[in-house]
Structure formats: C-alpha cells, structure tokens
C-alpha cells in the first residue's frame, strides 16, 4: 500500500552502503546494512507479496484449464519488487509497466475480483474484457498498462513525468520495464529527454535474468544496467531485488530524488522468475536446480515469514491464518471471473479512437 501523504518534497534519506545490494543469487547483505522493518511493515509486506504470489499460482492454473486466453506472464518470484516500491510510493504516484502487470495491480489495491475477470475476458473486468492479461488500466489508481509492446511503457512513463512536472502537482511517474526492454532504443531517448527536463521519473529495471529466454550475460555488452543511465548523468542503483527491505530502502531514495526536482533515477531490482516468460515457455534455458536454490535461499516472501516467527510476532497458526485469508481472496476472485458475464458485442465498438 502507497504512503499516504501531501504531494510534497521530502528530504532525501541517507544513502545505504551499496554493498547491501547484491544481486539476486549473490553473496548475502551485511546484515548491519540493511534496513530494518517494524511488525507492521512486515505483516503488510508479508500480505502483499502472498496476495500476489496465490493470485499469480491460481492464474496459472486457470490458463490451463483453457479458462484465460492469449498470452500470460507470471510475476511468481518477483512478488518484493513492487511490493518493496508501492511501499515507498504516496497515493497519486503515476505508475506503468510491461505485459507482467498482474502483481503491480494488485499491490496498488486493485480489486483481484477485477483484475481476474480481464484475464478470463468477462465485462468485470478492468478493461471490461477487451484487454486480457497484457492490457489492464486503472485512471482511479493512476495505473496506465500493462504494454504488450517491449519497452513501449518507458516513452509512456516518461511522458506521465512529464505531465506532472508541467502541472506541478508534486507527483512522481514510476515506470517498471525488464531486463530485456533495457535494451530497445526507446528507453535511451527516453533517459535523454528526462534528464534534458529532470523529470520526475524513476525508472525500475526488474532483472529477472532472462528476458523472454536469453540470459543477460549473453545478449548485453554492459550487463550492470543500473549504469545504462551514466551517458544522460542519470544515477542508478543496483538492489537485491529478493529482499523488500532492500527495495523500499532504494525506492524512498530514488523516488524523494524526483519528487525533489533532482530528475530521473534508475533502480535495477536483481530478481528472479520461477515460471517461464509466459505459459508457454519451457524455460529449457536453465536448470531446475537453479530454480530450486533461488527457491530455497532468496524467496521474498520466506525471508519475511521467518523473520515474522524469529522476532516472534507471528505463530505458524498465526501464519496460516493469514494464508487462509489469502486464498479466500484468491477463490473469491477465481469464482467471479467464471460467473461474470462476457462482454456484450457492441463493446466492439466502444473505446475506440478514430483519426
């Protein structure tokens, strides 16, 4: 859940040590660098990435059964990266991503119900069913897509920026896009223009390592994106993107530093994804041991449970009064986007732009 506060610059908070940011699969933090959480950003993070991490289990299996159509991407694994930024954010932050967008609805408070029946294609939903998995929009919540086009949604979230920047209203664009987008033209004129204008524009690179198959090490010259920025004078980070904590640490710094008028900021988030690309990708590009030890070494959501029971302030019953909730939610969402009727065909025609 975003921060609620005035539209306001907010004073710049120190700068962690840099060595608290490995990458995914890496050496462990120091332990003294990273930014603790109280019970109640534990619990609140510990939810959010279990609501996302059921929704995206459940989808999964739906698209199996035939009931979702077209493409679909999992965000399974990388559940603290949006959880970690919607953390830092305040309620009007502008925010936009790529075709894996299920998880960043439902962190900004989207109602599963709604974000299930885009998927299933029924009138419910979001984008009143004529979107699907890749095409979701919420104007209320300030989320503009969901983009099946590989880093179309950076020009876009640039141009958010923008937009607030000439209003003055104080708000900051968030744009999420992959290690594979990194690469597409788009984001350099992007990185230009935001910093040409100091826009503010924090741009969230979720490098989960494998783009749509190809390892990073494989198909880019610099593979430390967090310094694709260097050329414009755009600062970056590179964070363990595995760790909440680690996360909404970066993401306050970056996000005080374009809300202060000081321009853009990168943040690579070094993530993982357990699926493939989409549910139609094998993922024969990597091991199944290597799945199995970011599984057992880095899951976001056991760092948070264990914490959660050595600080004693959940039980396991505790915990597994909270999974319960969750799947509830999820069977909820599950249920209504298989009774909610499908659109009715004169929506063919409706939301159309014609020049």
Avoid at 49 to 64: D, P, V
Avoid at 189 to 204: C, I, R
Avoid at 234 to 253: P, S
Wanted: hydrophobic share 40%; proline share 3%.
């Amino acid at each position: 859940m975003a921060r609620k506060a005035t539209l306001k610059p907010t004073a710049s908070r120190s700068k962690s040590s840099r060595s608290a940011a490995k990458p995914a699969g890496g050496t462990a933090a120091v332990a003294s660098n990273v930014p603790q959480f109280t019970e109640d950003e534990e619990f609140e993070a510990y939810r959010g990435m279990l609501l996302i991490r059921r929704f995206e289990e459940k989808a999964g299996q739906m698209y199996g059964m035939g009931l979702i159509g077209g493409f679909c991407h999992l965000y399974i694994g990388q559940e603290a990266v949006v959880t970690g930024v919607q953390m830092a954010a305040i309620e009007g932050d502008a925010q936009i991503t790529g075709y894996r967008d299920h998880g960043h609805m439902l962190a900004m408070g989207l109602d599963p119900k709604a974000v299930m029946a885009e998927l299933t294609g029924r009138e419910g939903g979001l984008s009143k069913g004529k979107g699907g998995s890749m095409h979701m929009f919420s104007t209320e919540h300030r989320f503009y897509g969901g983009h099946g086009i590989v880093g179309a949604q950076v020009s876009i979230g640039t141009g958010l920026a923008f937009a607030s920047k000439y209003r003055g209203d104080g708000q900051v664009a968030i744009v999420y896009f992959g290690d594979g987008a990194a690469n597409q033209g788009q984001v350099y004129e992007s990185f230009n223009m935001a910093k040409l204008w100091d826009l503010p524009v924090v741009y969230v690179i979720e490098n989960n390592r494998y783009a749509m198959g190809t390892s990073v090490s494989r198909a880019t010259a610099q593979p430390n994106l967090s310094e694709r920025g260097a050329s414009f004078a755009i600062k970056g980070e590179q964070v363990d993107g595995m760790d909440v904590r680690l996360v909404r640490d970066a993401a306050r710094r970056a996000i005080d530093h374009a809300r202060a008028g000081d321009g853009p900021y990168i943040i690579e988030m070094m993530t993982y994804r357990y699926r493939g690309h989409s549910m139609s990708d094998p993922a024969k590009y990597r091991s199944k041991d290597e799945v199995q030890t970011m599984r057992a070494e880095h899951d976001p959501i056991e760092q948070v449970k264990a914490r959660l029971l050595a600080n004693k302030w959940a039980s396991e019953d505790d915990l597994k009064a909270i999974e319960k909730q969750v799947r509830a939610r999820v069977t909820e969402a599950s249920d209504f986007a298989t009774a909610d009727p499908e659109p009715d065909p004169s929506e063919l025609w409706t939301d159309i732009v014609m020049a």
